[in-house]
């Protein structure tokens, strides 16, 4: 095992460690077995018996690249492989999922994927889906009483009433996943003349009770109870009429508001020439101020394209762009996208992933800057293939999804494996790159035919890797250089958690957080080495050099997309537009994002603090020449981990700005 730096193990920790039954949390190698259990129970039920001599060294010789932080898996494996809710629930392993959203049954299945913390890439659908009966004016909540000592209620389903003469339409929901999300399938379904709803959300347990499979901790009845009344009110607005494009829209974000137990995540997407696509490029204007539009600022809204766009078109967007703060709206060039992946329908969240409709994001990664010799680099490619297509032997016929989820899987097997640590092998030439691409094609064919399963239709992308680039030390994110040489990252953490006392004691700042009174910030040092700076120790990378390392991994290595943003200076917009007339072949989807000036503090942004904070060498060797290495007996904590989402998708073509 290599040798992890402080911040590695601070933020494996905070992420990705499990509570132990006896107290405490997992360390980093107890994770790791347990991923490789996990492995193990995919192979052996996908083959019908137990693993060969040959077998179990390939998954030794895995668990050592993973110890080594050579390869990972996707966080969602990291936090959940080899866990009753990984055999139980299998779409739990997949972080990120696509749809087209028609149906009533469209709507429960991002209901049910966002209540198991799966980010959402929809493309709303106008034709099916419509308002109510006629317009209900008075809706009643009844809230749950439930306090933590009652814990779960054991009413885990729904009960539905409709009273003809009181026109009362009364909907019960139950305390389980299930029920919540057939609980907005029957509200959205709901033709009952009702002049009264009343949601009864008396079963539900309380407030920051620990769901037992997960280990999130329940938002309880508020968030779902408030938005649930803001869903009924849209289809009373819109009664006997057909919901447009831009309300289903509105219908997503109210649902990726409901999942509190992480961060919710969703990317829409509506053709350019749609007739609702002017008011969707501006759909979140005013979100940010205005409560009622609130719930629009949880997703990413990109136009796709499927003819190339003028030079004109593009300024208009840029203008757009810039006016609205550098990031929105996106755009993208549906035409390659489905050039690259024929099924091609809507992207994952964070856009590495051309999915199609129904069809989920699946992911393992490689850190490139930790090898110097091209075959070996390979070799783990080729394992972490191999890896990644066992993660595609799943079941998704839960009873909730519709099973087309299901016989997506089983016909495009659809693989994601990564590369991180991109700008720390600069060396890597055209040929290099399609010399790995082939590695890893033949490593995820090599595992279909074993199994007797198809080959997977699609096998490399670029994820953007924040946390999981943090956890392996990668020298950058995915394709993203770090901001400067010398960083101080700042690190969120509860108070209490051990791990802060031992950091503490080993001489790293830790300061109280100054909007969370019960957490506090941990500054670590970073140091991006092997990475060109273009002579100097600040991230000043034009626009179009940053899109063309975009272009070379797109042209040699990958099969979907390169998840990067590209940090730019609004002076820098034509030769953008340039770049993009000129190579649209070679483009899918980035994201933009204004370059942050690496010399300026958070005193100068009007901030508390940077999470991270570029520094001079001077300031970075006096910090660490006063840190002392960590105690070796040092406990991990208890607390309940965040989701990886967050920070993996905070470099990345982000769905929440």
Same mark, same amino acid.
């Not at 700042?490 to 950091?503: E, F, G, K, W």
């Given at each position: 095992m290599s040798e992890m730096s402080a911040r590695a193990l601070a933020v494996f920790q905070r992420t990705y460690s499990r509570p132990l039954p006896d107290g405490g949390a997992e360390t980093f190698e107890q994770a790791i077995r347990r991923v490789k259990g996990h492995q193990l129970w995919l192979w052996e039920?996908?083959?019908?018996?137990?693993?060969?001599?040959?077998?179990?060294?390939?998954?030794? $010789?895995?668990?050592?690249?993973?110890?080594?932080?050579?390869?990972?898996?996707?966080?969602?494996?990291?936090?959940?492989?080899?866990?009753?809710?990984?055999?139980? $629930?299998?779409?739990?392993?997949?972080?990120?999922?696509?749809l087209a959203v028609r149906t009533v049954y469209d709507v429960v299945d991002v209901t049910w994927l966002l209540l198991n913390g799966c980010g959402i890439g929809g493309k709303p659908w106008s034709g099916v889906l419509n308002g109510f009966a006629r317009p209900i004016r008075d809706v009643q909540v009844i809230r749950s009483t439930r306090t933590l000592a009652d814990g779960p209620s054991g009413e885990d389903h729904n009960t539905e009433t409709w009273d003809p003469a009181t026109r009362t339409w009364t909907i019960r929901i139950g305390d389980s996943g299930e029920a919540w999300a057939k609980a907005v399938g029957k509200l959205v379904a709901g033709k009952h003349p009702a002049e009264i709803l009343i949601l009864d959300?008396?079963?539900?347990?309380?407030?920051?009770?620990?769901?037992? $499979?997960?280990?999130?901790?329940?938002?309880?009845?508020?968030? +779902?109870?408030?938005?649930?009344?803001? +869903?009924?009110?849209?289809?009373?607005?819109?009664?006997?009429?057909?919901?447009?494009?831009?309300?289903?829209?509105?219908? +997503?974000?109210?649902?990726?508001? +409901?999942?509190?137990? $992480?961060?919710?995540?969703?990317?829409?997407?509506?053709?350019?020439?749609?007739?609702?696509?002017?008011?969707?490029?501006?759909?979140?204007?005013?979100?940010?101020?205005?409560?009622?539009?609130?719930h629009r600022q949880y997703?990413?809204?990109?136009?796709?394209?499927?003819?190339?766009?003028?030079?004109?078109?593009?300024?208009?967007?840029?203008?757009?762009?810039?006016?609205?703060?550098?990031?929105?709206?996106?755009?993208?060039?549906?035409?390659?996208?489905?050039?690259?992946?024929?099924?091609?329908?809507?992207?994952?969240?964070?856009?590495?992933?051309?999915?199609?409709?129904k069809g989920f994001c699946n992911l393992f990664e490689t850190d490139v800057s930790k090898f110097t010799y091209l075959g070996d680099l390979c070799e783990a490619l080729r394992l972490a293939a191999r890896a990644n297509y066992r993660q595609t032997l799943v079941n998704l016929d839960d009873g909730i999804l519709q099973r087309s989820w299901h016989e997506n899987n089983e016909y495009l097997r659809l693989c994601g494996v990564s590369i991180t640590g991109v700008v720390?092998?600069?060396?890597?030439?055209?040929?290099?790159?399609?010399?790995?691409?082939?590695?890893?094609?033949?490593?995820?064919?090599?595992?279909?035919?074993?199994?007797?399963?198809?080959?997977?239709?699609?096998?490399?992308?670029?994820?953007?890797?924040?946390?999981?680039?943090?956890?392996?030390?990668?020298?950058?994110?995915?394709?993203?250089?770090?901001?400067?040489?010398?960083?101080?990252?700042?690190?969120?953490?509860?108070?209490?958690?051990?791990?802060?006392?031992?950091?503490?004691?080993?001489?790293y700042d830790v300061r109280p957080h100054p909007t969370a009174e019960t957490q506090v910030l941990v500054k670590f040092p970073v140091e991006a080495k092997g990475v060109d700076f273009c002579g100097g120790d600040l991230n000043l990378e034009p626009a179009t050099a940053q899109l063309d390392r975009y272009k070379l991994l797109m042209d040699w290595w990958c099969d979907q997309n390169v998840s990067q943003t590209i940090y730019y200076d609004p002076t820098e917009v034509p030769a953008i537009i340039?770049?993009?007339?000129?190579?649209?072949?070679?483009?899918?989807?980035?994201?933009?994002?204004?370059?942050?000036?690496?010399?300026?503090?958070?005193?100068?942004f009007g901030a508390a603090y940077l999470p991270q904070a570029v520094v001079t060498h001077e300031e970075f060797e006096e910090y660490v020449a006063q840190l002392r290495p960590l105690a070796a007996d040092v406990q991990l904590g208890s607390a309940v981990p965040v989701d990886e989402l967050e920070d993996d998708c905070e470099t990345g073509v982000c769905p929440v700005r």
């Open positions: 039920r996908a083959q019908g018996t137990q693993l060969t001599d040959d077998q179990y060294t390939e998954l030794d $010789r895995l668990e050592q690249l993973m110890l080594a932080r050579e390869v990972l898996p996707t966080g969602r494996t990291m936090w959940l492989g080899g866990t009753e809710i990984a055999r139980t $629930r299998e779409l739990s392993q997949f972080a990120c999922a696509s959300f008396s079963p539900v347990r309380a407030e920051g009770s620990r769901l037992s $499979r997960y280990g999130w901790r329940s938002a309880g009845d508020t968030v +779902i109870s408030a938005e649930m009344v803001k +869903i009924a009110a849209m289809f009373s607005r819109r009664a006997g009429q057909l919901l447009s494009k831009l309300d289903v829209c509105d219908l +997503i974000n109210h649902l990726g508001v +409901i999942q509190t137990g $992480r961060r919710g995540a969703e990317i829409l997407v509506i053709d350019e020439g749609d007739d609702e696509i002017d008011g969707f490029i501006r759909f979140k204007e005013g979100a940010y101020a205005d409560p009622a539009r609130h997703s990413n809204n990109t136009m796709m394209f499927w003819e190339r766009p003028t030079r004109a078109r593009l300024e208009e967007i840029f203008a757009m762009i810039v006016a609205g703060g550098g990031s929105e709206p996106g755009f993208a060039n549906a035409a390659q996208a489905r050039l690259r992946a024929p099924w091609f329908m809507a992207p994952n969240p964070c856009f590495e992933v051309l999915n199609a409709d720390g092998r600069p060396d890597l030439t055209a040929h290099d790159l399609k010399t790995m691409r082939d590695a890893a094609v033949q490593g995820a064919w090599s595992m279909a035919d074993e199994v007797g399963a198809p080959r997977p239709k699609n096998v490399t992308c670029v994820k953007p890797s924040g946390t999981m680039g943090k956890v392996m030390d990668a020298p950058g994110e995915g394709n993203h250089k770090p901001l400067g040489r010398y960083i101080f990252n700042s690190i969120v953490y509860d108070r209490t958690d051990p791990l802060v006392a031992a950091l503490r004691d080993a001489g340039d770049w993009l007339l000129a190579n649209w072949d070679s483009y899918v989807g980035v994201s933009f994002a204004f370059r942050t000036d690496p010399t300026k503090t958070a005193t100068d």
